[in-house]
């Protein structure tokens, strides 16, 4: 089982970046599949982006499309989420996940993974 960590969340005013990192204690994330989710406050958990395993293959919900990007450093065992054009509703708990079975492609499902960080605070607010 993976353990994963993310960090950089923090307070942003609307349109500003931030990025985020996921990273694993003790293990590769080269293997997996990972995605990003985010749960806001009295909301189910939303799949926001994932990336393939080789990083050739993302996929992102239409609320960040064109604002957010995922990318991957395997020798640096991190996944990034890119994050510009913040909005208050970006408000959210983000969360990383991996999953270890997919290859090609990926999902922004969250039955798909089953290793998960805690989560980091991202608030958007002036």
């Known amino acids: 089982q993976l353990q994963l960590v993310e960090s950089g969340g923090t307070l942003v005013q609307p349109g500003g970046s931030l990025r985020l990192s996921c990273s694993a204690s003790?293990?590769?994330?080269?293997?997996?599949?990972i995605g990003w989710f985010r749960q806001a406050p009295g909301k189910e958990r939303e799949g926001v982006s994932c990336i393939a395993k080789s990083g050739s293959n993302t996929n992102y919900a239409d609320s960040v499309k064109g604002r957010f990007t995922i990318s991957r450093d395997n020798a640096k065992n991190t996944v990034y989420l890119d994050m510009n054009s913040l909005k208050p509703e970006d408000t959210a708990v983000y969360y990383c996940?991996?999953?270890?079975?997919?290859?090609?492609?990926?999902?922004?499902?969250?039955?798909?993974?089953?290793?998960w960080g805690q989560g980091t605070q991202v608030t958007v607010s002036s």
């Open positions: 003790g293990a590769s994330l080269n293997n997996n599949v």
């Open positions: 996940a991996a999953d270890a079975y997919s290859d090609y492609f990926c999902s922004i499902s969250k039955y798909e993974y089953a290793d």
